[in-house]
Nanobody, 123 residues
Framework: VQLQAFGGGLVQAGGSLRLSCAAS????????LGWHRQAPGKERELVAT???????NYADSVSGRFTISRDNAKNGVFLQMNSLKPEDTAAYYC??????????????????WGQGTEVTVSS
């Protein structure tokens, strides 16, 4: 499973950005799509996740400002980021958890990450 994220950039505090990510390859059935971020010198942290049934989960730091959504038909996940703050500056990564069946009919569970896209919020 390959994941490609895009949509990052430089924005002023209070501005908005929309990140997109598409999964491709041997996907099978994706259960959870998510976004994580990693700021310089810090550990990677959860931003938001969305299940195949549409249940969302947000980090407290972004709740009310960010919205995660997914397009099941296109295996895509999006992150609408509003009211951005300088502390939102980080590399943002999309992730996918799911399962496919190999040629022997055996289930293969995966959790894959995409390349990061940089978000910089200036004060």
């Amino acid at each position: 499973v390959q994941l490609q994220a895009f949509g990052g950039g430089l924005v002023q505090a209070g501005g908005s950005l929309r990140l997109s990510c598409a999964a491709s390859g041997r996907i099978g059935s994706i259960s959870t799509l998510g976004w994580h971020r990693q700021a310089p010198g810090k550990e990677r942290e959860l931003v938001a996740t969305v299940t195949s049934g549409g249940i969302t989960n947000y980090a407290d730091s972004v709740s009310g400002r960010f919205t995660i959504s997914r397009d099941n038909a296109k295996n895509g996940v999006f992150l609408q980021m509003n009211s951005l703050k300088p502390e939102d500056t980080a590399a943002y990564y999309c992730s996918a958890e799911g399962r496919y069946y190999n040629d022997r009919g055996e289930p293969i569970v995966y959790r894959n990450w995409g390349q990061g896209t940089e978000v910089t919020v200036s004060s």
